[in-house]
């Protein structure tokens, strides 16, 4: 079984070596000692969010200060590929639901899209708190998951902001139920997958009531294809977590190292 993970700042291991302690508190340190009830020589991993993670062992648990002698520090790399996730605001927390999912199943990025059928609005003070909700579900289901990356939520973006975003990425899909070729297909025989660099895919969901076909031509005018999961319609909760799965097969994601 794998260790509990803790989070500290990002940057705050960096110069840890073998032998050295790391001390832990605020919140994070609250949990693993009063919740957890983590004691001294249990294992337990440190993460930064950032790639960066420490092994070791609790040398101390008390109060609001969790006390880890370090026994390996490694930086894990990022995909090649990675994967961004472009959730359609939907109502009845289906869009948190799908960009919790995909946290856990190795999404790099997700952006909030506010779709010309979204039910449900950002505006005001309430978009800085949503942005933060999902800040939150994409921290705790990375913690859950055991994850050293914290995937990145990026800022809001309409439709046009979405186009000119498709018009930069070096693929951007589009998951459709009245799509032709299926996703596998798509991602088989795009050249990006191939060779080396660092290469960014979108994969665009739609709300509740789907996608309209005035902003799937907008974006398909931009530079995006259309992808078929599948041959049944699948909520919009759904459907980005099955083409994160999908898609990091087909790309390699998932291969041993």
């Known amino acids: ?3 509990p993970v803790f989070f ?10 073998e032998g050295m302690e790391f001390v832990l508190e605020g919140p994070e340190a609250r949990h693993a000692v009063a919740v957890k009830r983590l ?8 993460v930064d ?6 092994s070791g062992t609790v040398a101390e648990a008390a109060g ?3 006390t880890v002698r370090c026994g390996t520090l490694v930086e894990e790399a990022r995909p090649r590929v990675r994967l961004v996730l472009v959730q359609a605001l939907a109502k009845g927390d289906r869009d948190e639901l799908a960009i919790e999912t995909s946290t856990e199943l190795g999404i790099d990025a997700v952006i909030p899209w506010q ?7 950002w505006k005001g003070d309430r978009a800085a708190k949503a942005h933060g909700k999902w800040q939150s579900v994409v921290g705790a289901a990375a913690k859950q998951a055991r994850r050293a990356w914290i995937p990145e939520v990026r800022s809001a973006v309409d439709t046009a902001a979405l186009a000119a ?15 032709v070729r299926p996703l596998r297909a798509v991602l088989e025989g795009w050249e990006g997958a191939s060779g080396t660099g660092t290469r960014e895919v979108l994969l665009i969901v739609g709300p509740e009531g789907g996608i309209s076909p ?3 031509t907008r974006l398909c005018d931009r530079g995006a294809v259309t992808a078929l999961l599948g041959h049944h319609v699948l909520r919009s909760s759904t459907a980005g977590p099955a083409a994160v799965v999908l898609s990091s097969d087909i790309l390699g994601r998932w291969d041993a190292t």
């Open 1 to 3: 079984m794998s260790n």
């Open 8 to 17: 500290a700042a990002a940057g705050s291991l960096v110069g840890l070596e």
């Open 39 to 46: 004691a001294a020589g249990e294992a337990v991993d440190i």
């Open 49 to 54: 969010g950032a790639g960066t993670r420490m």
């Open 64 to 66: 609001t200060r969790l």
């Open 115 to 121: 779709s010309e059928r979204s039910i449900v609005r």
């Open 165 to 179: 975003a498709v018009e930069t990425a070096d693929l951007a899909i589009i998951l459709h139920e009245d799509a």
């Open 214 to 216: 005035r902003e799937v």
